[in-house]
């Protein structure tokens, strides 16, 4: 159980573009999920907290303009990243967790984005 | 704001046992989780504790003293396939985890 499904795996796009990524629970309800960031060899950085129906809470210095993230329904959350440049390159994971502070919170597999 | 420390690398043997230590500082704690990650991989769901003691699952356990904040992840009989970034994460209320930049362990035969 608590599988968290995240696609693509995989993004290699040029400069401008703008880039979505999808983040599923799929055996669960997820309450709330979450957006990091990972560069390489450094530690998850937190991006942003969505609940379903409600305005994501973004950390400090993270661009909420430049990272959208949509929680439409309990199993599914986007982010969007716009108009993406090379310092965007990294690897963006979600997570989503069911219920309270006491439960753990299951990763989906991650996105390696390689801005060109 | 939080503060968690961790060691940066650890070496050890197959069938050896390693203890992987985090310190940490927060202003409202409500839980520590260890996580395992593999090279190129997302973090999997390995302990959590919120009281202090020990908690046992099969090879892994987990210590937590929340008056010296501080936690220890404990593996006993190390394989190869243990060899991978741990983890310690730590949540106040209402929040979402915090990450350690984490600790690589590498396990050689």
């Known amino acids: 159980g608590a599988v968290v499904s995240q696609h693509p795996s995989r993004v290699i796009c040029k400069s401008g573009t703008s880039v979505k990524i999808e983040c599923r629970s799929l055996?669960?309800?997820?309450?709330?999920m979450f957006w990091y960031r990972q560069f390489p060899k450094q530690s998850l950085m937190l991006m942003a907290t969505?609940?379903?129906?409600?305005?994501?809470?973004?950390e400090q210095g993270v661009e909420k303009d430049k990272f959208l993230i949509n929680h439409a329904s309990l199993t599914l959350s986007t982010l969007t990243v716009t108009s993406a440049h090379p310092e965007d390159s990294s690897f963006y994971i979600c997570?989503?967790?069911?219920?309270?502070?006491?439960?753990?919170?299951?990763f989906g597999d991650g996105t390696r984005l390689s801005i060109l | 704001g939080q503060n968690i420390d961790q060691p940066t690398e650890m070496t050890a043997t197959e069938g050896a046992i390693v203890q992987i230590n985090c310190t940490y500082q927060?202003?409202?704690?409500?839980?520590l989780f260890w996580y395992q990650q593999h090279a190129g991989e997302a973090p999997t769901f390995l302990s959590y504790?919120?009281?202090?003691g020990l908690e046992e699952k099969g090879r892994f356990s987990s210590f937590l003293s929340r008056s010296k904040g501080y936690s220890y992840l404990l593996l006993k009989e190390l394989q190869m396939k243990d060899s991978a970034s741990y983890l310690c994460a730590v949540i106040e209320a209402g929040t979402a985890l915090i990450f350690g930049k984490g600790t690589t362990l590498s396990v050689s035969s």
């Open positions: 055996d669960f309800q997820a309450t709330t």
């Open positions: 997570s989503a967790r069911t219920g309270g502070d006491s439960q753990p919170q299951h």
């Open positions: 927060t202003s409202g704690f409500n839980g």
């Open positions: 969505s609940n379903e129906g409600s305005k994501a809470t973004y």
């Open positions: 504790n919120v009281l202090d």
